[in-house]
């Protein structure tokens, strides 16, 4: 105990958590045990070693647990909604929030996917060795097919060391403001004159509203820097993000903000900037967006979407050899469902 907490306080540890402890019995007391190695399960993938050193006492130091990875691949016709298709064709929920994160530039998955479309992903997972827990370490491809709109996204790493997700023709599927900043929402609001909800006369609503659950992640709609941050009125808890010299993006209601988060941070697309509330003059839990050009509101649904990074020279050519890969993998994956659905007739 006085070696362990010197780095680790034994008041963390917490029911499940998982120990392993070995003890040496002497062979002249074998009544007798003593301690010979404890390790503490930190999380998914560090261990805390305590091991009896030679001279006396202990050596404690964390060690990188070992993890399995292979990959996952899965494709599915949707029959009722995109997370139950996803569920039946044994996809977890965090690799689909990363696909549905990818597609946000350009899909809008309250309204778009229907029945009859179609989807594929294959992503990398790493998991302990007795395979009680595992995690989505990153999507290698993802493709949605909606009434004959086909979208792909291959991930890649260009020279520079930047990992980045393309189509298939090497465009960037970032954009430079996200189309919705929050998962699972309901556009329940648009831009324009409105009956105010509480006031109760006709105003300019200078955003669009979207409902969704409190406590529901918001995220950074583009890369900037937070230029305003804390509480704003009727807005509630409140972001601004400058996005350049010309854009910013504002987020209120909020119920909270993500930890270390202050004016001047800097922040990137898709990264967690608070939770969706209903502070400031609400009458329930959304987010109120807005997108401000030089100073003024204007309609985010009418923001001229730009591709940010388009691959070129070595690096597209390194890029296609990746797309064959990739499909060659999904094919060989393809065949053997194939094969084991023959086989299960």
Same mark, same amino acid.
């Given at each position: ?22 003890? !040496? %019995? ?22 805390? $070693?305590?091991?009896?050193?030679? !001279?006396? #006492? ?5 060690? !990188? %647990?070992?993890? +399995? $990875? ?9 029959? @009722? ?7 039946? &064709? #044994? ?30 992903? &294959? =992503? ?8 009680? *827990?595992?995690? +989505? ?9 909606? $009434? ?70 918001? =995220? ?9 941050? #804390? ?12 996005? @350049? ?6 987020? &209120? ?18 990264? +967690? ?43 597209? *050519?390194?890029?296609? %050899?990746? +797309? ?13 469902? %194939? ?7």
């Amino acid at each position: 105990m006085t070696s362990l907490e010197e780095v680790y306080d034994p008041r963390k540890l917490r029911v499940g958590q998982h120990l392993d402890i070995e003890l !040496e %019995r002497a062979a002249e007391n074998p009544d007798g045990t003593k301690l010979s190695m404890l390790s503490i399960n930190l999380d998914f993938s560090n261990d805390l $070693r305590l091991a009896r050193a030679p !001279e006396g #006492g202990f050596d404690v130091r964390q060690t !990188e %647990r070992e993890l +399995v $990875r292979h990959t996952v691949t899965a494709s599915s016709v949707i029959d @009722n909604s995109l997370y139950l298709a996803a569920r039946q &064709a #044994g996809v977890g929920d965090d690799a689909l929030m990363e696909l549905i994160r990818l597609f946000s530039w350009d899909v809008d998955f309250q309204h778009d996917v229907h029945t009859g479309d179609a989807f594929s992903i &294959a =992503y990398e997972e790493v998991a302990t060795p007795d395979g009680a *827990q595992s995690r +989505v370490d990153h999507l290698i491809y993802a493709s949605l097919s909606m $009434r004959g709109r086909a979208l792909e996204a291959y991930r890649f790493r260009s020279a520079d060391g930047m990992v980045g997700y393309y189509d298939s023709t090497g465009k960037s599927l970032r954009k430079w403001l996200m189309r919705t900043p929050v998962d699972g929402a309901r556009l329940s609001s648009g831009f324009g004159k409105r009956r105010h909800p509480i006031l109760g006369y006709t105003r300019m609503h200078k955003g669009v509203d979207f409902a969704a659950s409190a406590g529901t992640p918001i =995220y950074a709609a583009g890369d900037g820097v937070i230029a305003e941050i #804390g509480r704003k009125g009727s807005y509630g808890n409140y972001i601004r993000i400058r996005h @350049n010299g010309e854009y910013s993006t504002a987020y &209120a209601h909020m119920k909270g903000f993500a930890k270390g988060l202050k004016r001047g941070v800097r922040v990137g697309q898709g990264d +967690v900037i608070g939770y969706v509330g209903s502070t400031g003059r609400s009458t329930g839990p959304h987010l109120h967006y807005e997108v401000l050009e030089n100073g003024q509101q204007i309609n985010p649904m009418k923001v001229k979407k730009q591709v940010v990074t388009r691959l070129e020279g070595s690096d597209l *050519q390194n890029f296609r %050899r990746r +797309v064959s890969e990739v499909v060659a993998l999904m094919d060989d994956a393809e065949d053997a469902r %194939r094969v084991v659905a023959r086989n299960a007739e």
